[in-house]
């Protein structure tokens, strides 16, 4: 490509950035001037964002951009000046030409170009009344709205005057003078960014046990000093010889020496600590910072599709919305915009009326839709409300029973809350014949399974002739999780607060058997009651329990108490996702480091449930013995594992440690080859691919060594080929497991088949 040709696609993409952002400026301007066409700074906005575009098109050459613009130009002018009154037909025409200019500008794009011919007619016979008519089919000849999602700029800096055109600029320079530069930075990039600085927090909280140890040694060093300072006394008391006295004021002075040591690297430690964590704590905020994006940024065309949904019904209705401003991931707001959209044409087709029939109702032509977002504890809250009819709650009950979802007997008595539930069953619709709008079933339930995606929650309230409202809260990003850390089995596991209810001590003597259940009574209700040993597959903890720490867990109507051991305290956790290659991991939906480096499983609230359901049905769920909780009392088989990978090696560990197995771990061949020869092992799981040792060299070793050549030796690889396989098995290893297994039960079956169960 010759420079020439760069500079051409340089400025084409400028064009396209300027495009997309002036268009927004004419939307939102445009649907402002329908509401009041006479507002001069609406009209002076629009006008300058039409002419800015209009010489941003000649200067890269696409005409059919000019001609769009200078229309619209003029029409805006026009009104400007007093001489046209913006009607509704005119801003129909305007906001026709502002999709148009984004076709235009959007590379590989054919529908721009072949339209404009049909939008200058129509812009002609609007500017001029005395022009022949357009027939009605050139004139409501449609153009499908084009959103382009904006390339990833995390950085975020003030908005730009808007009718202060890119294009003359440097590229890169976006801001003029004195502005913030804004960078292209890949998510993927971004993320590898929030991982690191993530580690260098955690890895900063582990310079605390070295300073801790400084400290010890100063008291210990203090004390020997004062000891020899006695010592002094009593020999000086027995007349001593001066040489015995003279090594001893020597070694005093030694001591001085150390102590003065001791002290500065203790100080100059605890200094780099601090300032290390604060640094570190700086970096991950920014990096942080770097993903979060307005919430105004998921609102792009909402407000222009509410408008032109609401005039395809023979409806006027407008969309309002507050915290607009409100920080939010990135990645969240990608997937908040399918579920928002639907939610709000869901509120123009079904809960806005007519003009004539809110009229009769003593209400305003125009209908209202309201869409908030805030912050709290961490989570994005929304509420979106309209102020149209609400919920016809007779008609659902007819829609429920004539689906046979419930008997009319059992819907007569169900409550307003009970009855909502239903609207977001798979399927489920009100509407009995379908239009391009809804009435096809896939309405609240593709909303709510993308809303938990997400992590969060989604509630619907509504008042008889007022309005629904939808209750949304989302985490405000998927990288870090709000958790309760908690211990069950002497392993530390983390709750995600979004699901927790509450937590609770529960006395043994308030738990009661109903059914073959276990519960407890709390407000005015019955909780089931399961333990999270059985559920996570952990040891049960020894000694006396007079009463139990309870989590309470909700997942939409179901709610369960979960007995653990100890609470942790709540912490926010930096989501660490596990390896894809692992499989579904059951019960567990990703891992995170604790602030002394330990690793931490975050539950999955929604697989957990769905394995106390399991477990009800098939009659397996354990009771929790009140009282005396009784250990194991055998030992148990201890292994070592040994994997360079963290997650791989605590993904192990904490499969057999579930099955009751002791573990070690090493994180390569020599490390485990040390473990080895100062601990005693009942088996020996190993990696091939590590650093300092391989695999095959620790068999080999193994092998050679007569006090471990009878100990059972599993190969763990990602590598799944035969010469692999010969390789490993011909070192001497008594197993070969390939990584992709972890998923079943492949690992736990190959190690009791080697060394039989953990007590065994």
């Not at 690191?196 to 890895?203: A, D, G, I, M, T």
């Not at 990003?477 to 709750?495: D, I, K, N, P, Q």
Request: charged share 25%.
């Amino acid at each position: 490509m010759t420079p020439e040709q760069m500079r051409d696609a340089s400025l084409l993409e400028l064009f396209s950035l300027e495009a997309e952002a002036q268009t927004q400026v004419l939307s939102a301007g445009l649907m402002a001037l329908e509401r009041n066409p006479t507002q001069a700074d609406q009209l002076e906005a629009c006008m300058r964002a039409a002419h800015s575009l209009k010489g941003a098109a000649r200067i890269v050459g696409i005409d059919a951009g000019v001609s769009v613009a200078h229309v619209m130009e003029d029409c805006l002018v026009a009104a400007q000046e007093g001489r046209l009154l913006l009607r509704a037909e005119h801003i129909d025409a305007l906001l026709r030409g502002t999709d148009l200019l984004l076709h235009i500008a959007t590379p590989g794009d054919p529908a721009g170009e072949a339209a404009v011919p049909a939008f200058l007619a129509q812009m002609a016979g609007l500017l001029d009344p005395a022009a022949a008519p357009l027939p009605p089919a050139l004139a409501a000849e449609p153009v499908v709205p084009v959103f382009v999602p904006p390339v990833v700029e995390p950085v975020l800096s003030d908005p730009e005057p808007e009718a202060e055109p890119l294009l003359p600029r440097k590229a890169g320079k976006r801001g003029g003078e004195g502005g913030e530069r804004v960078l292209r930075v890949t998510a993927d990039r971004l993320n590898s960014l929030l991982d690191l600085s993530s580690k260098s927090l955690v890895e900063t909280q582990r310079l605390k046990p070295y300073l801790a140890t400084l400290q010890r040694l100063k008291r210990m060093h203090g004390q020997g000093m004062r000891a020899l300072d006695g010592l002094k006394s009593q020999l000086e008391d027995s007349g001593q010889s001066l040489e015995v006295l003279d090594a001893l004021a020597q070694t005093q002075r030694l001591l001085v020496e150390t102590q003065q040591i001791l002290q500065q690297q203790a100080a100059d430690l605890d200094e780099f600590g601090w300032q290390a964590s604060q640094r570190a704590q700086l970096l991950y905020d920014t990096a942080l910072a770097c993903r979060m994006r307005p919430f105004a940024d998921v609102l792009t065309g909402q407000s222009r599709m509410v408008r032109d949904l609401g005039r395809s019904l023979g409806k006027q209705v407008r969309l309002q919305i507050d915290g607009d401003k409100t920080q939010v991931d990135r990645d969240v707001l990608e997937k908040l915009e399918a579920p928002l959209t639907h939610l709000l044409r869901n509120a123009v087709d079904h809960g806005i009326e007519l003009p004539e029939q809110r009229l009769l109702a003593g209400k305003p032509e125009d209908g209202a839709i309201r869409l908030r977002a805030s912050h709290q504890a961490g989570m994005l809250i929304l509420e979106l409300s309209d102020d149209g009819a609400g919920i016809d709650l007779q008609r659902l009950r007819r829609s429920i029973v004539q689906r046979g979802l419930s008997p009319a007997e059992t819907v007569a008595q169900m409550s307003e809350a009970e009855l909502l539930t239903f609207l977001f069953l798979p399927g489920f619709s009100m509407r009995d014949t379908v239009t391009e709008v809804s009435g096809r079933g896939v309405g609240l339930d593709a909303v709510q399974h993308m809303v938990r995606d997400l992590r969060g929650s989604i509630e619907l309230t509504q008042q008889a002739g007022q309005g629904c409202r939808f209750h949304l809260e989302v985490p405000l990003t998927l990288s870090v999780v709000r958790s309760l850390v908690v211990e069950v089995g002497g392993e530390a596991y983390a709750f995600p607060l979004a699901h927790i209810e509450r937590t609770l001590e529960v006395a043994a003597e308030q738990i009661v058997q109903i059914e073959g259940r276990q519960h407890f009574w709390h407000e005015g209700r019955h909780i089931g009651l399961v333990a999270a040993t059985q559920l996570l597959n952990r040891p049960t903890a020894q000694g006396d329990q007079s009463s139990l720490r309870v989590v309470v867990i909700r997942e939409r109507e179901q709610l369960y108490g979960v007995a653990v051991e100890r609470l942790i305290g709540e912490r926010v956790l930096v989501v660490m996702p596990l390896d894809p290659r692992l499989g579904k991991v059951q019960d567990i939906s990703a891992g995170a480091l604790l602030d002394d480096g330990s690793v931490v499983l975050i539950v999955d609230v929604e697989d957990l449930l769905r394995s106390v359901e399991k477990l009800l049905s098939t009659g397996r769920l354990e009771r929790i013995e009140r009282g005396v909780q009784g250990g194991r009392g055998a030992s148990r088989k201890r292994i070592l594992v040994v994997d360079d990978s963290l997650t791989v090696r605590e993904l192990q560990r904490k499969l057999l440690s579930n099955r009751g197995f002791e573990v070690a771990v090493a994180v390569d061949g020599m490390d485990g080859w040390n473990a080895l020869r100062s601990e005693a092992f009942d088996m020996l799981i190993t990696d091939i691919d590590m650093p300092r040792m391989d695999g095959i060299e620790l068999v080999t070793l193994v092998r050679r060594d007569q006090r471990l050549q009878a100990l059972p030796v599993m190969v763990v690889s990602y590598k799944d080929r035969e010469e692999d396989r010969r390789r490993g098995l011909d070192a001497g290893a008594d197993y070969y497991l390939a990584k992709a297994s972890f998923h079943d039960d492949a690992l736990l079956d190959a190690v009791v088949e080697l060394i039989g169960d953990a007590q065994g």
